[in-house]
């Protein structure tokens, strides 16, 4: 009978485990030495920065706080005016960071810091760049002039890779006549950002028409948006990727689908279109699992030029300026600026940089290496005109109006003369 | 030394005391009658063969009523199989068994049991293969079957209250009149066939998740009935047996611990879930008191919280990264928040 006894008193004891249940904690308020961060990064990409924080927080013991938005631009300018500013904002136009160093809200990067970037990226990757380096910190760079293709339709279809812009026309129209697919995935929708991936398709097209001194004129505001090299660009860009429904879904669907979805017909098992000229950083945007490489699921070429023997590219990037000086905001930058900054984003995928001191090994995979390297060896290679221009034209008429234009409710006169307007451009 | 310190006084805590209580505790042998009607849960010898054939079909039809008003989403239907649900009876059979360390029976009553299991889910199977393809969207699955896939401790508290009913009430026919209401409170088929109907569906993990049901309202009450009817005067009649209780119980208690691991484990998520509701709510009303929440999905997965709201307001809406870090300070946590915002205008026209 004692067995019993001794029963009872264990199941008794265990009936009480049993109904215990725990709660997790509450979160409280921000610590004053909290190093805020604000960014354009969301989704996959917040995760990744996120590690980048965590190496930083567990070196230094000093917390970050990260908020990531896709409406960046808008909701920064409104954070910088009205004194809700972050402690430091990774941006991706040098035209918003030039607007709030005319607002003077920035603070200037520390000696060691401006030091620690130049010697990070040397003087040739920085001789073009559209950063002040007095207070960005060149963080994250991609090439916006890559076209995706799927080796394995391009091998049933008998299609080359075309080495010339006239080559990819001819493709293009080839694509076109067949019955099969389409040539281009492409759409424009990103919310309050929509239009964007019209203008790199234009600034590619004026940067291999035009050349070089074109661009750069234009993209610096020396040159009138109706210049007859600029409103060719337009002309082309309609003709080739967006009339006569050579876009997947047609016109509708270039409004209408998310831009991070654009790509998505290309993957389908019968696919919808042939080519998705789209930034490096659209890897991110591909199926889970994608494979890239010339035997992968899919590779890319880089947008050709006139000539054969030509490589041009329009590249685009984040930078880091800060809104405070204070001890941990300015070890914060000065961790950016170094080759660790991004070390932990390279080795989760989809971070390149133009820093030297970065061998090409150190990269995620073939597919990162391959597109650093190509930042590294090329030498025509210009950043996107429009990140460069005024946050109020570049981020925000220009995509408007450009969507305007493709939905047909603005003429391609009025758009390029706005623009001139906007920016004070005499024709 | 030794011997003063016997002859003290020994002061006890009232936790003590309880203790002192409880050992002393040692109930009487049951009476005859509760004997034996603990011993009809499963018949033996030649009653044995149609006690199986009226067990099958009462479980057959049972598991059918149940299954139409799963699909049905009929909540009334349901609590009908219940009550023709005859698993119940080998149930507490094993827990009998259990307490009186009597193997044959045991064994006896987990057969009839597995016996009951496979048939609730084989005709759920078979009633989804016939009708659910017709009556139901398997993105958007009825109630009755959604509420069955998502077992919590709530549940394992209510089986575990139940099973000890069923302890009580079996061996006194006077209150036998209460045992359906044991049945509908544990319900035992439903799950079952909820199980066949998402597997016939092929959702996976719905199955899973009935299915834990099921065996979570199986351990607990066979271990909350072995308890009361161990508390009833129900114990081995040898030696043997009773030092084998200890064994025994703690058997079932395992068992019961071990499906109470994934239950805590979704209550907690179920916890954070309302947590994080709550928080989206306040912070969206801190955000913008004049906004209106049409649809809230919210839910927090591998500690993150992701918040997918459409709402409607007038004019602009502020801007979102306000909420979102909002809602993660309230929430302590990251946040992925999607927002879809409806301009709430009225327009009225009239024509005459």
Known sequence: MRAVRRCGWFLLVALVGIAATACAGDGGPLDESTVTVFGPYVGA?????????????????????????????????????????????????????????????????????????????????????????????????????????????????????????????????????????????????????????????????????????????????????????????????????????????????????EVSSAGDPLFADTPGCAMYKQASFAEDWFPGGTTVGPDADVDYFVLPTEAKDETSLVTAGDAAVAFADRPNVNRFMAFLASADGGRAWADEGGFISRRTDVDLDQYYDDADAGVAALLQTRTTARFDASDMLPAAVGSDLLWSQITDWLNGSLNLDDLLASLDEALGIED | MSDSVADEPVRLTSLGTIAGWLGRFEPADPDADAVEAVEELLPTGSDTWPYLRRFTALTALSASIAAFGLLADSGAVVIGAMLVAPLMTPIIGASAATV????????????????????????????????????????????????????????????????????????????????????????????????????????????????????????????????????????????????????????????VLLVAIPLTLHTRSVIRDLRLRSAVVAAVENWDPDIEILNQQADVAGGRAEVDLLVAGRGDPRPVYQLAEDIGARFGGPVDLRVRYQSNELFVVSTR
């Open chain 2, 100 to 255: 009186t360390a009597d193997n044959r029976r045991l064994g006896r009553a987990v057969l009839i049991i597995a016996l009951g299991t496979f048939v609730a889910i084989l005709v759920g199977w078979l009633v989804s293969f016939i009708a659910a393809g017709r009556v139901i969207d398997v993105r958007s699955l009825p109630t009755e079957i959604r509420s069955r896939t998502f077992p919590g401790l709530l549940d394992l508290g209510i089986a575990i209250t139940a099973g000890a009913a069923a302890g009580y009430i079996q061996p006194r026919r006077s209150a036998i009149s209460a045992l359906p209401g044991v049945g509908i409170a544990v319900a035992l088929v439903p799950p079952l066939a909820t199980v066949g109907i998402t597997l016939e569906l092929g959702l996976g993990s719905d199955s899973r998740n009935a299915f834990l049901l099921y065996l979570t309202n199986l351990a607990a009450i066979i271990f909350s009935a072995a308890l009361v009817l161990l508390a009833s005067g129900f114990r081995p009649h040898d030696a043997e047996g009773r030092r084998s209780l200890w064994v025994r119980l703690a058997t079932t208690l395992v068992a």
């Open chain 1, 45 to 257: 990409d917040a995760d990744r920065f996120a590690e980048v924080i965590a190496d930083f927080e567990s070196s230094t013991g000093i917390d970050v706080a990260y908020t990531g938005s896709v409406d960046f631009v808008s909701d920064l300018r409104q954070r910088a005016l009205g004194n809700q500013q972050p402690d430091v904002a990774m941006v991706p136009q040098p035209g918003v960071v030039d607007t709030l160093v005319d607002d003077e809200v920035l603070e200037p990067l520390e000696i060691d810091t401006v030091r620690a970037v130049r010697e990070g990226f040397g003087d040739t990757a920085l001789e073009a760049t559209p950063w002040n380096l007095r207070f960005a910190v060149p963080y994250r760079s991609n090439v916006k002039s890559l076209v995706w293709y799927r080796p394995d339709v391009f091998a049933e279809n008998g299609w080359e890779v075309p080495q010339t812009l006239d080559e990819l026309n001819s493709l293009a129209n080839d694509i076109d006549a067949g019955d099969t697919m389409v040539p281009w995935c492409f759409s424009v929708f990103a919310g309050s950002s929509t239009g964007w991936p019209a203008t790199d398709w234009i600034e590619d097209l004026v940067l291999r028409r035009a050349g070089v001194d074109v661009y750069e004129q234009w993209a610096q505001g020396e040159l009138s948006w109706q210049a007859r090299e600029i409103h060719d660009a337009f002309e082309e860009f309609r003709e080739l990727v967006v009339d006569n429904e050579r876009s997947a879904g047609g016109l509708r669907s270039v409004l209408q689908t």
